[in-house]
Nanobody, 121 residues
Framework: QVQVVESGGGLVQPGGSLRLSCAAS????????MGWFRQAPGKLRELVAT???????NAAESAKGRFTISRDNAKNTVYLQMNSLNVEDTAVYYC???????????????WGQGTQVTVSS
């Protein structure tokens, strides 16, 4: 059984920072791309940033210069450091990981349950 679990959300004032973490666990053979998405009320889920197994990153324009994605392959964990947060960043943040479970011969994206980030004064 493969699980992806986020942590680190919360309430922060505008201009503040938060660090999200996401750990994959279970019977895993390989983890490929890991990433963060978010969904604000009444809006579609959107990409925030991704990081490949080799460390290559991709980020949405809204995240560039403020958010940094990184990963620790030894811990099967991806992080999202968010700085200079504003009210428009308020959303549920979801982690997704492209995983091949051991012995399965397949790979697919596994999603976390989401963590709420609220930016408010």
């Amino acid at each position: 059984q493969v699980q992806v679990v986020e942590s680190g959300g919360g309430l922060v004032q505008p201009g503040g920072s938060l660090r999200l973490s996401c750990a994959a666990s279970g019977d895993i053979s390989s983890i490929y791309t890991m990433g963060w998405f978010r969904q604000a009320p009444g809006k579609l889920r959107e990409l925030v940033a991704t990081v490949s197994s080799a460390g290559g990153t991709n980020a949405a324009e809204s995240a560039k210069g403020r958010f940094t994605i990184s990963r620790d392959n030894a811990k099967n964990t991806v992080y999202l450091q968010m700085n200079s947060l504003n009210v428009e960043d308020t959303a549920v943040y979801y982690c997704a990981a492209d995983i091949s479970p051991s012995g399965s011969g397949i790979r697919r994206y596994y999603w976390g349950q989401g963590t709420q980030v609220t930016v408010s004064s």
